[in-house]
């Protein structure tokens, strides 16, 4: 059963921090991008942070570059997201995904999508 779980959440203060975490099972973790998107109330959802599967190459939206910091830990299947100089606008509910696409010999391109169940992050002014 694959099992994304997403963790860390919870209240702080303008200015404070918070570790998120994304635990994963049932699948081949090494092989996935592991990218964390928020969503606030009455907004879409937005993509924060992403990391590939090996390569260590990073993403960041630019309304959290030089705050947040995303690593992770293949030996522990986990995806961390360091969240530093947090703001009012930066409360949501946070998800973690885990993508994989590639090019069978086949032919064919073999695709998987998974979402975890997010952790609410608050913070106030």
């Known amino acids: 059963e694959v099992q994304l779980q997403a963790s860390g959440g919870g209240l702080v203060q303008t200015g404070g921090s918070l570790r998120l975490s994304c635990a994963a099972s049932?699948?081949?973790?090494?092989?996935?991008?592991i990218g964390w998107f928020r969503q606030a109330p009455g907004k879409e959802r937005e993509g924060v942070s992403c990391?590939?599967?090996?390569?260590?190459?990073?993403y960041y939206a630019d309304s959290v570059k030089g705050r947040f910091s995303i690593s992770r830990d293949n030996a522990k299947n986990t995806v961390y997201l360091e969240m530093n100089g947090l703001k009012p606008e930066d409360t949501a509910v946070y998800f973690c995904?885990?993508?994989?696409?590639?090019?069978?010999?086949?032919?064919?391109?073999?695709?998987?999508?998974?979402w975890g169940q997010g952790t609410q992050v608050t913070v106030s002014s």
């Open positions: 995904k885990a993508d994989v696409e590639r090019l069978m010999d086949s032919g064919t391109i073999y695709r998987r999508m998974y």
């Open positions: 049932g699948f081949t973790f090494d092989d996935y991008v």
């Open positions: 990391i590939s599967s090996s390569e260590g190459r990073i």
